[in-house]
Protein backbone atom coordinates (compact mmCIF):
# COMPACT_ATOMS: atom_id res chain seq x y z
CA UNK A 1 0.00 0.00 0.00
CA UNK A 2 1.28 3.18 -0.56
CA UNK A 3 0.62 6.44 1.18
CA UNK A 4 0.77 10.47 0.72
CA UNK A 5 0.39 11.84 3.64
CA UNK A 6 -1.61 9.46 5.13
CA UNK A 7 -3.83 9.13 2.29
CA UNK A 8 -4.14 5.77 -0.05
CA UNK A 9 -2.71 7.25 -3.35
CA UNK A 10 -0.76 6.15 -6.52
CA UNK A 11 0.37 9.69 -6.94
CA UNK A 12 3.08 10.76 -4.64
CA UNK A 13 3.87 14.89 -4.19
CA UNK A 14 7.16 16.20 -4.02
CA UNK A 15 8.06 17.26 -0.46
CA UNK A 16 5.43 14.68 0.56
CA UNK A 17 5.21 12.14 3.21
CA UNK A 18 6.27 8.89 1.32
CA UNK A 19 4.67 5.93 3.28
CA UNK A 20 5.13 2.29 1.68
CA UNK A 21 3.45 -0.68 3.51
CA UNK A 22 4.92 -3.84 2.68
CA UNK A 23 3.07 -7.23 3.68
CA UNK A 24 5.19 -10.54 3.85
CA UNK A 25 5.11 -14.22 4.63
CA UNK A 26 8.24 -15.36 5.95
CA UNK A 27 8.80 -18.73 6.13
CA UNK A 28 11.39 -18.53 8.20
CA UNK A 29 13.05 -16.44 10.86
CA UNK A 30 15.82 -13.62 9.12
CA UNK A 31 19.10 -13.23 10.31
CA UNK A 32 20.62 -9.85 8.99
CA UNK A 33 17.55 -8.59 7.69
CA UNK A 34 17.54 -6.47 4.92
CA UNK A 35 14.40 -4.51 3.28
CA UNK A 36 15.22 -2.15 0.56
CA UNK A 37 13.65 -0.14 -2.49
CA UNK A 38 14.62 1.22 -5.16
CA UNK A 39 12.91 3.92 -7.44
CA UNK A 40 13.58 4.67 -11.06
CA UNK A 41 12.51 6.39 -14.01
CA UNK A 42 10.51 4.68 -17.18
CA UNK A 43 13.96 4.56 -18.37
CA UNK A 44 15.23 2.87 -15.82
CA UNK A 45 17.41 4.99 -14.23
CA UNK A 46 17.77 4.89 -10.34
CA UNK A 47 16.74 7.56 -8.33
CA UNK A 48 16.87 6.32 -4.68
CA UNK A 49 18.32 3.15 -3.81
CA UNK A 50 18.37 2.06 -0.25
CA UNK A 51 17.96 -0.72 2.10
CA UNK A 52 17.97 -0.68 6.20
CA UNK A 53 21.25 -1.36 6.20
CA UNK A 54 22.15 1.79 4.52
CA UNK A 55 20.66 3.78 6.79
CA UNK A 56 21.64 1.66 9.86
CA UNK A 57 18.52 0.04 10.84
CA UNK A 58 18.35 -3.39 11.76
CA UNK A 59 15.02 -5.83 11.26
CA UNK A 60 13.58 -8.38 13.13
CA UNK A 61 11.84 -10.67 10.72
CA UNK A 62 10.29 -13.69 12.48
CA UNK A 63 8.67 -16.84 10.68
CA UNK A 64 5.12 -15.86 9.62
CA UNK A 65 3.31 -12.49 8.64
CA UNK A 66 4.69 -9.39 9.03
CA UNK A 67 4.27 -5.72 7.83
CA UNK A 68 6.91 -3.39 6.98
CA UNK A 69 6.97 0.44 6.54
CA UNK A 70 9.17 2.06 4.18
CA UNK A 71 9.06 5.66 5.44
CA UNK A 72 10.32 9.29 3.07
CA UNK A 73 9.43 12.25 5.56
CA UNK A 74 9.92 14.93 2.81
CA UNK A 75 9.90 13.16 -0.42
CA UNK A 76 12.97 14.55 -2.83
CA UNK A 77 11.95 13.61 -6.49
CA UNK A 78 11.26 16.57 -8.60
CA UNK A 79 9.40 15.50 -11.81
CA UNK A 80 6.14 15.59 -13.01
CA UNK A 81 6.95 11.58 -14.57
CA UNK A 82 5.67 7.99 -13.73
CA UNK A 83 8.24 5.99 -11.74
CA UNK A 84 8.57 2.01 -10.76
CA UNK A 85 9.47 0.47 -8.04
CA UNK A 86 12.12 -2.79 -7.34
CA UNK A 87 11.41 -4.31 -4.08
CA UNK A 88 13.68 -6.20 -2.38
CA UNK A 89 13.51 -8.73 0.99
CA UNK A 90 15.61 -11.16 2.55
CA UNK A 91 19.12 -11.68 4.30
CA UNK A 92 22.89 -12.36 3.57
CA UNK A 93 21.50 -15.92 2.69
CA UNK A 94 20.63 -17.20 -1.26
CA UNK A 95 16.93 -16.93 -1.41
CA UNK A 96 17.10 -13.01 -1.40
CA UNK A 97 13.47 -12.00 -2.88
CA UNK A 98 13.35 -8.98 -5.48
CA UNK A 99 10.64 -7.86 -6.97
CA UNK A 100 10.82 -5.72 -10.50
CA UNK A 101 8.55 -3.15 -11.28
CA UNK A 102 6.53 -4.60 -8.22
CA UNK A 103 4.40 -1.24 -8.80
CA UNK A 104 4.32 2.33 -10.20
CA UNK A 105 3.05 5.66 -9.00
CA UNK A 106 3.09 9.02 -10.09
CA UNK A 107 5.17 11.96 -9.19
CA UNK A 108 3.64 15.34 -8.79
CA UNK A 109 6.37 18.23 -8.39
CA UNK A 110 4.49 21.25 -6.89
CA UNK A 111 6.14 24.69 -5.12
CA UNK A 112 7.04 22.72 -1.71
CA UNK A 113 8.21 25.61 -0.65
CA UNK A 114 5.98 28.34 -1.02
CA UNK A 115 8.43 30.32 -3.04
CA UNK A 116 6.13 30.87 -6.57
CA UNK A 117 9.37 28.93 -8.52
CA UNK A 118 9.00 25.60 -9.45
CA UNK A 119 12.14 22.81 -8.41
CA UNK A 120 14.32 22.09 -11.55
CA UNK A 121 14.08 18.18 -12.33
CA UNK A 122 17.59 18.01 -12.58
CA UNK A 123 18.04 18.47 -9.08
CA UNK A 124 17.63 14.94 -8.11
CA UNK A 125 19.24 12.26 -7.17
CA UNK A 126 19.65 14.18 -4.14
CA UNK A 127 20.64 12.72 -0.33
CA UNK A 128 18.05 12.89 2.38
CA UNK A 129 18.01 11.39 6.02
CA UNK A 130 14.27 11.69 6.58
CA UNK A 131 13.89 7.90 5.72
CA UNK A 132 12.73 5.22 7.85
CA UNK A 133 12.32 1.27 7.46
CA UNK A 134 10.71 -0.91 9.85
CA UNK A 135 8.92 -3.88 11.01
CA UNK A 136 6.03 -3.24 12.74
Given at each position: ELYCDGHLSDVVSTGSKFELKLFFNAYRDFHESEIGIVIKDENNIS????????????????????????????????ANEVFWANLYFGDQGPNYECLINAFSFRVSCNDVYGSGRKLDPSWNRIYSNNIKINTL
Open positions: YIGLNNKHIGTSLKIRKGKGKAVISIIDFPIY
